[in-house]
C-alpha cells in the first residue's frame, strides 16, 4: 500500500505517502481521512465511468470480446437463472 495512517502526538492523524516519501495529509480527524479517501475514490470511478460509457455511445467495446450488448446479457440471465428472473429485470429495466 503507498499510504500508510499515522497517529500523530496531538491524537490527530497524518498519512505517509510512500510515493513521495512525505506526509500528504495531516492534523486529520478518521472520518477527514475517510472523505478524502471517498473523494478520490469518487474520481477515480467516475472518470472510469465516463470512459466506459462514451465507448459505449461509439460502438467501441470497453471490455474486449467480453462485452455484452442488452440482448445477451438477457439470454445469459435466462440461461443461469431461468425466464422467470428475466422478466423480472425486464420489468425493472422498460418501467
Not at 477527514?32 to 466506459?52: F, P, R
Not at 467480453?66 to 420489468?91: P, Q, S, Y
Amino acid at each position: 500500500m503507498s499510504h500508510q495512517i499515522i497517529k500523530q502526538p496531538n491524537d490527530l492523524y497524518c498519512v505517509w505517502s510512500t510515493v513521495v516519501d512525505n506526509v500528504i495529509y495531516y492534523d486529520c480527524t478518521a472520518l477527514e481521512i475517510i472523505d478524502l479517501y471517498t473523494a478520490k475514490s469518487k474520481e477515480e470511478h467516475t472518470a472510469k465511468v465516463n470512459e466506459i460509457t462514451i465507448k459505449l455511445k461509439a460502438g467501441i467495446k470497453p471490455y474486449g470480446q467480453w462485452t455484452m450488448d442488452f440482448d445477451t446479457m438477457m439470454e445469459e440471465i435466462k440461461e443461469r437463472h431461468g425466464k422467470d428472473e428475466a422478466n423480472n429485470v425486464l420489468t425493472m429495466i422498460v418501467k
